[in-house]
C-alpha cells in the first residue's frame, strides 16, 4: 500500500493483542499523528510517534486516513492490510446484498453447481437447507450461520470449507468448539470426504500432517502463538462452532483470543444457534468478529429504532439461519409449573431477601455483589440447604460461591437452623412426581438444576425412591459411559445434568422426550441450548416432546422467568423465527445466577426493593 522508494511517514500494523492497530509515524509527522488520532473515538497516544487505535473503530472510519499529508508513503503491514483489503470487498457485497436481498435470494446456485463447487473429494449427502445455507455462505468471503442445533451446521460448513479446498483457496481448517461438540467434528470430517480429512486435537498434541486442528476456547489464549503460526503455514479457514462463547468480543477471554486468530484465516464462519442470547451486544459482537468495522455498525443500526421486525430483515442477508419449522419436527407441549413454598422455607426465602436488600442499597453498583445475591436467591428458593455448602470445584465458574456467612445471633440463623430435615424442597417434590410418572409410561427424563448440589442432592432422593439416574456434571469421571447407560439401559429412565456442563454437543432425542426443569438461571443461550437435546433433527413424527419448568412463586424464579420471556422474544424478532417465540411463551400449568447482563440486574434490583 506504499511505494518502496517512499520514505515511510507513517506504520500501521497490528499491536501484540491483534485486537487494535498500532500506528507509528515518523518524526516529521508526529503533530499529524496527534490530529488523525484524535479522530478515532478509541484512539489513545503511547509517545509522541505511536497510538493505539481498536481495530473495529479503525476498519469503521478508514476514510479518515484519506486526510494524511503523506498518502503514498503510508506502508501497511501485510495482515492489517489483508483484513483491510477483505473488509472492504465484503463490505461491498453485503451491501448490494442489503440493498437488493431478493435479487440475491434468487441468485443462489443450483444443485449440479453447487456439486460441481464441492468437487469429487465430497462425498456426504446434502439436505435442502443445508445446500441452500452452503450456497449462501460461497455469496460472501466471511459468514455466519445461525441455524437452530441438529440442522447440520457442522456439515454445511465442511461443506463451505470443501468448496474452497477443491478451489486451492484453502489447504487447512482450525475449528474452535466445545469438547462436547469434538466427536461430531471427527465423525464428519471422516464421511464428507474421500478420503477423510486427517485430524488432530490441540490438547492430544500436534500433529504436523493434520489438516484438521480442533481447538477448544478454553485453550485459545495460552496457544495463541502456536496457533497464529498454524494458520499462517497454509491457506486456512475459521470456524468458530457455538461462537456465542465469544459474545463478549474483544473484552472477553476468548472473544479476544478468536478476534486476534481471524485476520490470519482467508475465511472467517461463525456457527450458533443462539447469536443473541441477552440482545443486540451479543449479535454485535459475533458479527464484528466475521466483518471487522462492518459487523457491530450494522447490528447498532438496524435495532436502534426499537422495530425488530425491520431489524431482522435489515440483517437476514448477513446470516444463514433455518428454523425449527424448516425442520419439520413435531411441537414441543411446554408448561410453567408454579410451587408454593412451605411456610418455613418460605420465611427463610423472604429472611434471606431481606437481608440482601439491605446490602443491595449500600452496593448496588456492585454488579459482582448483586450477581452473587441473585444466584443466592436462586439457591434458596430451591433448596435453603444449598446456602450452607460450599460449592465444589466442578461448579462452573460463574456459580461459585462460598458458604453463606449468617450471624449467629440473625433470625435467618435461627430459621435454617431449625429447617426439619423432613421438609423436602417442593421444587424436588414435583420433579420426582414428573419422573415416577414418566417412569410409569416407559418414558426416560433429562432433569435440568443448575448447580451441582442441587444436581447431586436431586439424584440422590430419586435413587433412595429406586430411580437409578445417569449425573453428568463437571467432575464426573466418565461422561461418556453415563450417557451411554441413560441412553441404552433399560433400568436407567433418569438422567440429571446441568446446561453449563451438557447444554452442548450431545443429542438425547433417539431416547427421551421428557425436561424438567428444577430451576433456570438468566442464561438464555443455555436455556435454549439445553432444550434442544431432545427436540432435534431425527425425531419420529409421532414423538412427543414435554418440557416442564419448575418456578416458586413469589421468588426470584418468577424474575429470571419474565427475563428469559423477554430475551427469547428479541431472538425470536431479530432472527425472524416464530418457534424461539413459542419456547418463550410458556403455557402455565394449573396449580397443583450467574452471567447478569444490566437489564437483568434491573430486575433482581426490583425484586429486592418490593420485600
Not at 483484513?83 to 435479487?103: C, F, G, H, I, Y
Not at 500433529?207 to 497464529?228: G, K, S
Amino acid at each position: 500500500m506504499t511505494s518502496p522508494e517512499a520514505e515511510t511517514s507513517l506504520r500501521l500494523g497490528f499491536d501484540m493483542s491483534r485486537t487494535k492497530a498500532e500506528l507509528r509515524a515518523s518524526e516529521a509527522y508526529r503533530s499529524d499523528l496527534v490530529k488523525l488520532v484524535a479522530r478515532f473515538r478509541t484512539g489513545r497516544q503511547l509517545g509522541p510517534t505511536s497510538a493505539i487505535i481498536d481495530l473495529e473503530d479503525l476498519l469503521s472510519g478508514l476514510s479518515m486516513l484519506g486526510g494524511w499529508p503523506a498518502p503514498g508513503s503510508v506502508q501497511w503491514d501485510p495482515d492489517l492490510s489483508s483484513l483491510v483489503l477483505s473488509s472492504l470487498q465484503d463490505a461491498e457485497t453485503a451491501e448490494k446484498q442489503l440493498s437488493a436481498p431478493q435479487a440475491h435470494a434468487e441468485s443462489l446456485l443450483t444443485d449440479q453447481e453447487l456439486d460441481n463447487l464441492l468437487g469429487s473429494a465430497w462425498t456426504a449427502p446434502l439436505t435442502t437447507f443445508q445446500r441452500r445455507d452452503i450456497s449462501k455462505l460461497l455469496s460472501l468471503q466471511h459468514g455466519a450461520n445461525f441455524s437452530v442445533p441438529g440442522a447440520g451446521k457442522t456439515r454445511a460448513a465442511l461443506g463451505v470449507y470443501g468448496a474452497m479446498r477443491a478451489k486451492g483457496e484453502a489447504r487447512r481448517l482450525l475449528v474452535v468448539s466445545p469438547k462436547s461438540a469434538y466427536e461430531s467434528w471427527i465423525y464428519e470430517s471422516g464421511i464428507c470426504f474421500s478420503p477423510g480429512l486427517r485430524y488432530c486435537k490441540l490438547d492430544s498434541g500436534q500433529d504436523p500432517h493434520a489438516e484438521v486442528l480442533i481447538a477448544n476456547y478454553e485453550r485459545l489464549d495460552r496457544n495463541l502463538a502456536y496457533l497464529a503460526a498454524w494458520l499462517r503455514e497454509e491457506p486456512a479457514m475459521l470456524i468458530l462452532d457455538e461462537a456465542h462463547r465469544m459474545k463478549l468480543g474483544a473484552k472477553g477471554t476468548y472473544g479476544a483470543a478468536c478476534m486476534a486468530l481471524g485476520p490470519l484465516a482467508r475465511r472467517r464462519l461463525i456457527l450458533t444457534g443462539t447469536p443473541a442470547p441477552n440482545g443486540a451486544k451479543d449479535l454485535e459482537n459475533l458479527l464484528g468478529f466475521v466483518w471487522p468495522g462492518r459487523g457491530q455498525r450494522v447490528v447498532t443500526q438496524a435495532v436502534s429504532g426499537g422495530d425488530l421486525s425491520h431489524a431482522s430483515s435489515v440483517l437476514r442477508p448477513l446470516f444463514t439461519r433455518t428454523t425449527k419449522q424448516e425442520l419439520g419436527l413435531p411441537p414441543v407441549t411446554a408448561q410453567l409449573l408454579p410451587v408454593e413454598l412451605p411456610p418455613l422455607h418460605d420465611e427463610i426465602y423472604r429472611s434471606l431477601v431481606g437481608d440482601l436488600s439491605a446490602r443491595a442499597e449500600a452496593s448496588a453498583d456492585k454488579f459482582a455483589e448483586l450477581g452473587k445475591s441473585a444466584l443466592r436467591m436462586l439457591m434458596a428458593a430451591t433448596s435453603p440447604a444449598l446456602l450452607l455448602e460450599g460449592a465444589s470445584r466442578h461448579e462452573p465458574v460463574e456459580y461459585r460461591l462460598p458458604p453463606l456467612e449468617v450471624p449467629e445471633d440473625g433470625s435467618l440463623y435461627d430459621l435454617l437452623k431449625n429447617l426439619p430435615d423432613y421438609e423436602l424442597s417442593p421444587k424436588y417434590k414435583a420433579a420426582r412426581d414428573i419422573v415416577k410418572e414418566n417412569a410409569f409410561q416407559g418414558r426416560k427424563t433429562l432433569v435440568w438444576t443448575t448447580f451441582v448440589r442441587s444436581l447431586t442432592s436431586m439424584a440422590k432422593l430419586l435413587e433412595d425412591e429406586g430411580y437409578p439416574c445417569a449425573v453428568v456434571f463437571g467432575g464426573t469421571p466418565d461422561r461418556e459411559e453415563e450417557i451411554r447407560r441413560f441412553r441404552n439401559d433399560s433400568d436407567c429412565m433418569v438422567l440429571v445434568s446441568n446446561p453449563a456442563t451438557l447444554g452442548e454437543g450431545i443429542s438425547l432425542h433417539q431416547v427421551c422426550h421428557d425436561a424438567v426443569y428444577v430451576d433456570r438461571d438468566f442464561m438464555a443461550g443455555r436455556y435454549l441450548q439445553s432444550l434442544d437435546r431432545i427436540h432435534r433433527l431425527g425425531l419420529a413424527d409421532d414423538a412427543e416432546t414435554r418440557v416442564t419448568v419448575i418456578a416458586a412463586r413469589d421468588t426470584i424464579d418468577e424474575v429470571v422467568h419474565v427475563r428469559l420471556q423477554e430475551k427469547l422474544e428479541f431472538m425470536s424478532k431479530v432472527l425472524d423465527d416464530p418457534e424461539v417465540r413459542q419456547l418463550a411463551d410458556l403455557q402455565e400449568a394449573p396449580a397443583g445466577v450467574g452471567g447478569l447482563d444490566t437489564a437483568d440486574e434491573r430486575a433482581v434490583l426490583r425484586h429486592l426493593g418490593k420485600r
